[in-house]
């Protein structure tokens, strides 16, 4: 390891300062561009000592657990706390410019729809039993070092509030010392705690488990490995007015204000479509709230996500039809031929995109298209797809859920 000065030229896409060195690119998280900054290095990773000139763009990081010398370490939750709130949006629209640009596409692109502290619903918790205490909070970033919080701004006052509660149950159901993960949604009816991580119970720990959440106010359900162990009220979460119970460790979006912002981008682009297909469309964020302009046909390769999709459907009134069908899009996309049946389609793929749905799409003539994606480099290589099929994107409107971090949504509209 030697120690040594460099001058921070750029952010990476990781949100990590970039400095060049004799040798290539130094990765230096925690500084801004401008800055010059005292490091210790190994390779081409870099970590900060001090910081020698400061950037204007530098703030004072919201939460103490933030940054190298974070109190129990440094959290690996959040990367950008010290980066001013216009310069890290700026930066965030940019990493979307930048991922489009790479496929040559060069579109207007909106500003960034805005997160703010409290309003993760959704939290995932690493966890660990130790002889004096239970560690709850995140890892270190590249590490298994666990750093217990005691605050966590992003995260919404009812899981802060409850975080007691969380660490109850987490000894409780902890077998050893070894780590585990829980995955905590607040519902409007209260937490739901998803574990995995841990491979089984013994009779007597499960019933400790059970008798420990029924002592405790504000949890709806505790399930392990997808398995419910205990449900003193059903979760349900609210889908634009549609009332859902979502399975244990169900994929939801982090937060309802990035969910409510998409689906208004969502429903404004489909406009009066008549029949929408909705692709990889879990447990229903967006086909229960196209349901009230058209008829829908939900695609979801998941069977738990889908049918409660199905039974919202089924239990509210005022929508139109929606039929689900259970379908790995990855493999078998939705071909030129079916797809020759609806207005609109709207698909809102994991990491990897939809690149065989895209190429089928492409050959389409679907009239309308809105894709939504988690993922700036993907999205960018389906979009060009769909270009060089015809179509024209209309509208990109960034969108952050993950404060504070590189990840950023993305809502594109394109017609035929």
């Known amino acids: 390891m030697s120690t040594e000065t460099v001058t921070i030229q750029k952010l990476g896409a990781q949100g990590d300062g970039i400095a060049q060195g004799a040798d290539g690119p130094i990765y230096v998280p925690f500084t801004l561009p401008g800055e ?22 530098r703030q004072e990081p ?28 700026a930066f965030k629209r940019q990493l979307v410019v930048d991922a489009l640009r790479s496929k040559g596409l060069t579109p207007e692109v909106d500003d960034i729809v805005a997160a703010h502290p409290g309003e993760r619903r959704r939290v995932v918790f690493a966890a660990r039993k130790t002889e004096k205490d239970m560690l709850i909070g995140f890892n270190q ?32 159901i902890a077998v050893n010392a070894e780590a585990f993960r829980i995955s905590v949604l607040e519902t409007q009816t209260g937490l739901d705690l998803a574990v995995d991580g841990i491979k089984s119970l013994s009779d007597k720990q499960r019933r400790g488990t059970i008798e420990t959440v029924l002592s405790l106010r504000g949890i709806a359900r505790v399930s392990l490995n997808g398995e419910i162990l205990v449900e003193p009220v059903k979760p349900m979460i609210d889908f634009g007015g549609v009332q859902v119970a979502p399975p244990p460790g169900a994929f939801t979006q982090a937060t309802k204000q990035a969910e409510d912002a998409m689906a208004e981008l969502v429903a404004t682009h489909v406009g ?30 998941e069977e738990k996500p889908l049918a409660a999709l199905d039974q919202a459907a089924r239990t509210t009134q005022g929508l139109k039809p929606v039929s689900v069908e259970r379908r790995d899009l990855f493999r078998r996309p939705l071909m030129t031929q079916e797809l020759k049946v609806y207005d609109a389609v709207v698909f809102d793929p994991p990491r990897a995109g939809a ?62």
């Open 141 to 172: 970033a590249e590490s298994h070092h666990i750093v217990a919080i005691e605050e966590c701004p992003i995260a919404s006052a009812g899981i802060m509030a409850r975080l007691p509660a969380i660490k109850t149950i987490a000894a409780a």
């Open 36 to 57: 010059s900054v005292a490091i210790a290095r190994v390779k081409s990773q870099g970590t900060l000592m001090s910081v020698a000139s400061t950037s204007p763009d």
């Open 272 to 301: 009066k479509a008549k029949r929408i297909a909705d692709l990889f469309a879990g447990s229903g964020t967006f086909s229960l709230r196209l349901a009230r302009i058209g008829r829908v046909q939900a695609v979801e390769s």
């Open 62 to 89: 919201h939460c103490r657990h933030f940054g190298p010398h974070g109190v129990n370490g440094a959290c690996g939750g959040c990367t950008l706390q010290h980066y001013a709130d216009a310069p890290y949006r």
């Open 355 to 416: 690149e065989f749905q895209s190429k089928e799409l492409a050959r389409s003539q679907v009239k309308k298209i809105v894709a939504v994606s988690c993922n700036p480099l993907t999205l960018a290589r389906d979009l060009a797809i769909l270009v060089e099929g015809g179509y024209r994107i209309t509208r990109v409107t960034p969108i952050d859920q993950f404060l504070w971090t590189s990840h950023v949504e993305v809502v594109a509209a394109l017609e035929k």
